[in-house]
């Protein structure tokens, strides 16, 4: 069996040879540079620069020598152009805090501040404010809530937002066809279309890290407050996007057409440690007739299965979710209130598809031992994949100083489990 027929078994809810694994093919599923570059060297690995392909967490490019060494199924169909608005293109030296040596895109343009942090300038212009920093002894970059304070009587969502909900160009789709083919042709891996325009509010893209001048309400105070005290605004929005979401479906499918098995749609997070940060009151009238009228065309013009991602305790939106039309659930935060993996496989096992949950990477990957982290794996593998509907990776993306010796050790599990 390929990886690409096991995956497409996993997320049938069909029980495929061996449980599929994931590393890096989303943006919710990665490793970070400076992680991925210790991992090379501990394995012996040609140890040069790791490209990072996504700067805003930093996350380092998964080449074909790790894919083979640990088994992993599925690679990314990646966006040519990243968060910060820049082309993924003429790649450039440089390091990271750590002294890690990486890869940028050649239009990534920074500068050090008088706090140690690093600025970074939202389509490599400097004329710009930057629109993300880096903290001094950081790994990752955070928004810099630029759009100052707004008027209530002049909120107006397409001008505020119309400039982040544009309709893709020709060349994109043009690039996407021509990788997406290199991907099917050249390999046998399942592949996941990096899309997200269907991330309506996603925090990480409200505050506007690739626009040069954001308007609106862009705070992510201010957005969250929005929805009880702004819901037509938010509504406003998110029409706005689901318009510009669907035109792009339309250019993607005839771009990739069905050689991607599942698509990314969105990355909204609505969970925290204790529990949802939004009610299913909130959801269910702001959210989810959006979702499902993505869900809707995707599931009517393709033969791919939706991917949403959500970190924190979700266990009062999952049937919600699921009701929409969600297929594929990340990243299965088991450490979050209500999210426990046998609850979750027992009651929604056989509606929706769980693509996470392999381990703690809160705890049990950064801070315990090889053997704690083999038995949490075989644990999670036994529970989730159980009659198939499981995709096997860490919950979110493995971060800086995480231990080598217990990442090796995850992957060591999942090959015995598997075999």
Same mark, same amino acid.
């Given at each position: 069996?390929?990886?690409?027929?096991?995956?497409?078994?996993?997320?049938?809810?069909?029980?495929?040879?061996?449980?599929?694994?994931?590393?890096?093919?989303?943006?919710?599923?990665g490793i970070s540079?400076?992680?991925?570059?210790?991992?090379?060297?501990?394995?012996?690995?040609?140890?040069?620069?790791?490209?990072?392909?996504?700067?805003?967490?930093?996350?380092?490019?998964?080449?074909?020598?790790?894919?083979?060494?640990?088994?992993?199924?599925?690679?990314?169909?990646?966006?040519?152009?990243?968060?910060?608005?820049?082309?993924?293109?003429?790649?450039?030296?440089?390091?990271?805090?750590?002294?890690?040596?990486?890869?940028?895109?050649?239009?990534?343009?920074?500068?050090? #501040?008088?706090?140690?942090?690093?600025?970074?300038?939202?389509?490599?212009?400097?004329?710009?404010?930057?629109?993300?920093?880096?903290?001094?002894?950081?790994?990752?970059?955070?928004? @810099?809530?630029?759009?100052?304070?707004?008027d209530e009587d002049?909120?107006?969502?397409?001008?505020?937002?119309?400039?982040?909900f544009q309709v893709?160009?020709?060349?994109?789709?043009?690039?996407?066809?021509?990788?997406?083919?290199?991907?099917?042709?050249?390999?046998?891996?399942? @592949?996941?279309?990096?899309?997200?325009?269907?991330?309506?509010?996603?925090?990480?893209?409200?505050?506007?890290?690739?626009?040069?001048?954001?308007?609106?309400?862009?705070?992510?105070?201010?957005?969250?407050?929005?929805?009880?005290?702004?819901?037509?605004?938010?509504?406003?929005?998110?029409?706005?996007?689901?318009?510009?979401?669907?035109?792009?479906?339309?250019?993607?499918?005839?771009?990739?057409?069905?050689?991607?098995?599942?698509?990314?749609?969105?990355?909204?997070?609505? #969970?925290?440690?204790?529990?949802?940060?939004?009610?299913?009151?909130?959801?269910?009238?702001?959210?989810?007739?959006?979702?499902?009228?993505? =869900?809707?065309? @995707?599931?009517?013009?393709?033969?791919?299965?939706?991917?949403?991602?959500?970190?924190?305790?979700?266990?009062?939106?999952?049937?919600?979710?699921?009701?929409?039309?969600?297929?594929?659930?990340?990243?299965?935060?088991?450490?979050?209130?209500?999210?426990?993996?046998?609850?979750?496989?027992?009651?929604?096992?056989?509606?929706?598809?769980?693509?996470?949950?392999?381990?703690?990477?809160?705890?049990?990957?950064?801070?315990?031992?090889?053997?704690?982290?083999?038995?949490?794996?075989?644990?999670?593998?036994?529970?989730?994949?159980?009659? #198939?509907?499981?995709?096997?990776?860490?919950?979110?993306? @493995?971060?800086?100083?995480?231990?080598?010796?217990?990442?090796?050790?995850?992957?060591?599990?999942?090959?015995?489990? =598997?075999?």
């Amino acid at each position: 069996m390929t990886s690409r027929q096991r995956v497409v078994d996993a997320i049938n809810h069909r029980k495929p040879d061996r449980v599929p694994v994931d590393l890096g093919s989303t943006g919710q599923t990665g490793i970070s540079a400076s992680t991925l570059y210790r991992l090379r060297k501990a394995l012996n690995m040609d140890s040069g620069p790791i490209k990072v392909h996504e700067p805003f967490q930093m996350l380092g490019e998964v080449d074909k020598e790790l894919v083979r060494a640990f088994n992993v199924d599925i690679i990314g169909l990646w966006s040519p152009t990243n968060m910060l608005g820049i082309k993924n293109e003429n790649w450039k030296p440089w390091q990271m805090p750590d002294g890690t040596p990486v890869l940028m895109a050649q239009g990534f343009e920074y500068d050090v #501040g008088d706090d140690g942090s690093i600025y970074a300038y939202p389509q490599g212009d400097r004329t710009a404010m930057p629109s993300v920093r880096l903290p001094k002894g950081g790994f990752f970059f955070d928004n @810099i809530e630029r759009s100052g304070d707004f008027d209530e009587d002049d909120l107006d969502a397409e001008r505020d937002f119309g400039e982040s909900f544009q309709v893709m160009d020709d060349e994109t789709a043009n690039y996407l066809e021509k990788e997406s083919i290199r991907l099917f042709e050249e390999t046998d891996l399942a @592949i996941v279309g990096n899309w997200g325009g269907g991330g309506f509010g996603d925090v990480a893209l409200i505050p506007g890290p690739s626009l040069k001048n954001p308007r609106g309400i862009r705070k992510i105070e201010d957005w969250l407050v929005a929805h009880i005290l702004y819901p037509d605004y938010i509504m406003e929005v998110f029409e706005l996007q689901a318009e510009s979401a669907l035109k792009n479906l339309e250019i993607y499918k005839q771009a990739v057409g069905n050689r991607i098995q599942v698509i990314n749609v969105s990355g909204t997070d609505f #969970g925290t440690q204790n529990g949802a940060f939004i009610s299913p009151e909130v959801f269910r009238k702001l959210y989810k007739p959006f979702y499902r009228k993505i =869900n809707d065309w @995707i599931h009517k013009n393709t033969e791919w299965k939706t991917f949403y991602h959500s970190c924190g305790s979700i266990i009062s939106l999952l049937d919600d979710l699921i009701d929409s039309g969600v297929d594929i659930i990340n990243p299965v935060q088991c450490s979050a209130y209500g999210m426990d993996p046998e609850v979750l496989k027992q009651k929604y096992g056989d509606k929706i598809v769980f693509w996470g949950g392999g381990v703690d990477t809160q705890k049990i990957l950064p801070f315990g031992t090889p053997e704690d982290v083999q038995t949490q794996v075989k644990e999670r593998l036994k529970t989730f994949s159980a009659g #198939g509907g499981y995709v096997f990776c860490t919950i979110h993306n @493995i971060v800086a100083k995480t231990p080598v010796e217990n990442i090796i050790a995850m992957f060591d599990a999942i090959r015995e489990f =598997n075999d």
